[in-house]
């Protein structure tokens, strides 16, 4: 069964200092993987995905993620975080459902606490 | 512009009511889904549906109920058998090709 470890529950870190947001899974199959942000009692913003090709994703808000099939990983990266950045993210990753359709499977999350 | 709705943000109920929770999405997506989130724990998926008039249970469906009448609309019924109903609860959509999922902006619902 496919599950997905985010292995930092809180990442405080200082304006202008770089970033990564670690997220392991565990799949038997081909997978695609996600991260998502969410703002204090809001839903979630896709922030990047990775379906297939080139395994250095770019996504929005200057954030980037690498997909490593053999650490099964697909951590999240910022050259440079700003105040706005503080949130919580999500990494996720799909798996086939009992009906032959896809559900994604959401790790615990991340806050990211970026401080002045 | 399009998006998907939930209403109302905030819900108060007492113990023993059924609530119903709306979603409603005009992106024109097949599957929509219901997802639980508590501190902690990430998001929890209640139900999903990938087509009209049929609709699946996900991880934690006990004591929960849906619907799925029309493309655009999936609303969620939090059941008094749902024995801890107090939570964050966010629908989302998706196409069946794309795979990634687009949220609403949520209902938060206390139940005292």
């Known amino acids: 069964a496919q599950s997905v470890t985010q292995l930092d529950s809180q990442v405080p870190v200082f304006e202008e200092a770089p970033v990564e947001l670690r997220c392991n899974y565990s799949s038997s199959v081909s997978v695609y993987l996600f991260w998502y942000v969410q703002y204090p009692n809001q839903g979630l913003q896709l922030l990047l995905k990775?379906?297939?090709?080139?395994?250095l994703v770019k996504g929005i808000n200057g954030f980037e993620a690498e997909f490593n099939k053999s650490q099964t990983s697909f951590h999240l990266r910022k050259p440079s975080v700003h105040i706005s950045d503080t949130a919580e993210y999500f990494c996720?990753?799909?798996?086939?459902?009992?009906?032959?359709?896809?559900?994604?499977?959401f790790g615990s999350g991340t806050r990211l606490l970026v401080r002045p | 512009d399009g998006g998907i709705t939930q209403s109302p943000k905030y819900l108060f109920r007492k113990e023993g009511q059924n609530v119903t929770l709306s979603c409603e999405q005009n992106l024109n997506h097949d599957a929509m889904y219901w997802y639980r989130q508590d501190p902690g724990q990430g998001l929890r998926l209640i139900y999903y549906?990938?087509?009209?008039?049929?609709?699946q249970k996900g991880d934690i469906a006990e004591g929960y109920s849906v619907s799925r009448e029309k493309k655009e609309s999936f609303p969620l019924t939090v059941t008094s058998a749902q024995k801890n109903p107090t939570a964050f609860y966010l629908c989302?959509?998706?196409?069946?090709?794309?795979?990634?999922?687009?949220f609403g902006p949520g209902t938060r619902l206390t139940v005292t």
């Open positions: 549906s990938q087509i009209v008039n049929d609709f």
């Open positions: 996720a990753v799909s798996a086939p459902a009992m009906d032959s359709s896809y559900k994604l499977i």
């Open positions: 990775y379906l297939s090709g080139s395994t």
């Open positions: 989302a959509s998706s196409t069946a090709v794309l795979y990634e999922q687009y």
